[in-house]
């Protein structure tokens, strides 16, 4: 007799899986790039994101090999993965807590506090290290975003400093940490499918990191001269309070769930405590409106998921860790020990890098790719700690560049911004991905190879 359990099937590698992905790349990107040219204003909200992968889902359906209705479940197991579903509750408390801070008067204290203590030559650098140090401690991106990036609007528009740039340097500090820090979901999925001590991984992070960090800094320092000086006047600090308690409980490490929500209850009770006529019914409607405003991100989270994961299950990514083990073999069987080593460490970067352009989450990017990885790795003698350094840092800068990341939508909601004219802003992934691709060149002398 047959055993009852079924276990999953491996799908057979195929690049017509990955067209839906073009699909909705080429009405998401083409329609807005053409209407920006056309000179419409808002022209990336034009053809919303949620609308624009629809057709991308229809068509997984179609190219799907089983029947509709097991098409459809899969597509819902991707909907409601367990990732996809913390990404929306922490989009709908970063909305919530903006709204209610916002009604409070806390975003203009907070502003006036930070136009008070920092130098208008270093606002952005100031930014960037804040945000940077953050998502260190807390270890995600996301958490980081929903914190700061509504004080960082306030400050570039009251020194009426450029809006996307501004995004961009909270974009940068936030992946900055994600990729650092040691509690972050990235580094642990990396450590972990490569086999290597956490510490091992953060020094071999380091010395790319910190460089290109550095870059970013002078960047956003020459960018930093506000075209107006702000006026500034007395700190309201019980307004501030519940930023300033919601950046120690992150720094603390606390979960990003319970600051968000110690948030939005210490705003709630400023409110209600010091602003004339606000009642538990406006705090509820304004709870609720933040929630509102999250409505497309929330939206086109859930559905990039479905679609993920029906691309995933007909061969998609399966072609693409096909396609880069092939090249590397190839490679592998015709040169010298140290351009095969090379050769790895670039496939390595290009396989996780491509896999998170179609997953647009840079652990499940890790995860799906940490496997042949380390086959890679061990094959061509890298380090366990250089091809985890490699997973990680090429998945986090390929999610602060992604025009559809759920990082640079928080940023887009949060500044009213389209989303490619924030990743033309980050520029510490950019200094990231150079920094790395020379040290594959430059640091690749021969050195132990320790699992």
Same mark, same amino acid.
């Given at each position: ?5 079924? =276990? ?32 419409? $204003? ?21 190219l799907s090999k089983e029947t509709l209705n097991k098409a459809l479940e899969q597509f819902m197991k991707g909907v409601g993965h367990p990732d ?46 804040? #945000? ?8 995600? #991106?996301?958490?980081? %975003? ?11 528009? +009251? ?18 940490? $994600? ?25 071999? @992070? ?50 990003v769930f319970v600051v968000l929500t110690v948030g939005i209850l210490m705003a709630g009770s400023i409110s209600l405590s010091f602003v004339a006529?606000?009642?538990?019914? =406006?705090? +509820? ?18 559905? %990039? ?23 590397? !073999? ?11 080593? !090379? ?30 990885? !380390? ?7 890298? +380090? ?37 004219? %924030?990743?033309? @802003?980050s520029y510490y992934c950019f200094a990231l991905a150079a920094m790395a691709i020379i040290a594959v060149f430059v640091k690749h002398p021969k !050195?132990?190879?320790?699992?």
């Amino acid at each position: 007799m047959s055993n009852p359990k079924k =276990t999953e099937r491996h799908a057979s590698p195929s690049a017509i899986a990955l067209l839906p992905l073009v699909v909705f790349l080429a009405l998401f990107i083409g329609v807005g790039s053409y209407l920006s040219l056309q000179g419409v $204003d808002f022209a990336f909200y034009q053809l919303p994101a949620p609308i624009a992968v629809l057709p991308a889902i229809v068509l997984a359906l179609v190219l799907s090999k089983e029947t509709l209705n097991k098409a459809l479940e899969q597509f819902m197991k991707g909907v409601g993965h367990p990732d996809i579903i913390a990404m929306c509750m922490i989009y709908l408390l970063a909305g919530a807590f903006a709204t209610v801070a916002k009604a409070s008067g806390g975003v203009d204290a907070t502003v006036n506090l930070g136009l008070s203590a920092i130098p208008t030559s270093m606002i952005l650098p100031s930014i960037f290290l804040i #945000s940077a140090f953050i998502a260190t401690a807390m270890g995600t #991106s996301m958490g980081t %975003i929903a914190a700061v990036a509504p004080v960082a609007l306030g400050i570039a528009e +009251s020194a009426d400093m450029s809006l996307a740039l501004t995004a961009g340097v909270v974009l940068s500090g936030a992946m900055f940490g $994600d990729n650092l820090s040691i509690i972050s979901d990235t580094t642990i999925a990396a450590t972990r499918s490569q086999g290597c001590e956490m510490k091992d991984k953060f020094r071999e @992070n380091v010395r790319i990191a910190i460089p290109a960090a550095i870059i970013a800094i002078v960047i956003f320092a020459f960018n930093s001269t506000a075209t107006q000086v702000p006026a500034t006047e007395a700190v309201e600090w019980v307004k501030v309070l519940p930023y300033i308690v919601i950046l120690i409980l992150a720094v603390s490490g606390l979960n990003v769930f319970v600051v968000l929500t110690v948030g939005i209850l210490m705003a709630g009770s400023i409110s209600l405590s010091f602003v004339a006529g606000y009642s538990m019914s =406006t705090f +509820s409607k304004d709870i609720y409106a933040g929630f509102s405003g999250m409505q497309e991100i929330f939206l086109l989270s859930m559905l %990039i998921g479905g679609l993920s994961e029906l691309m995933r299950r007909q061969g998609g990514l399966a072609f693409l860790t096909q396609m880069i083990s092939k090249l590397i !073999r190839s490679v592998s069987s015709n040169n010298p020990q140290k351009t095969t080593g !090379r050769a790895s460490e670039l496939g390595i970067a290009a396989l996780v890098s491509m896999v998170n352009a179609c997953t647009a989450n840079n652990t499940v990017a890790i995860i799906v790719s940490g496997g042949i990885a !380390r086959e890679l790795a061990e094959e061509n003698r890298v +380090s366990a700690r250089r091809s985890a350094s490699l997973l990680d840092i090429f998945s986090c800068v390929v999610q602060g560049v992604l025009p559809y990341g759920a990082q640079v939508l928080l940023l887009g909601s949060v500044f009213g911004l389209s989303p490619l004219a %924030i990743v033309a @802003n980050s520029y510490y992934c950019f200094a990231l991905a150079a920094m790395a691709i020379i040290a594959v060149f430059v640091k690749h002398p021969k !050195r132990k190879v320790a699992y």
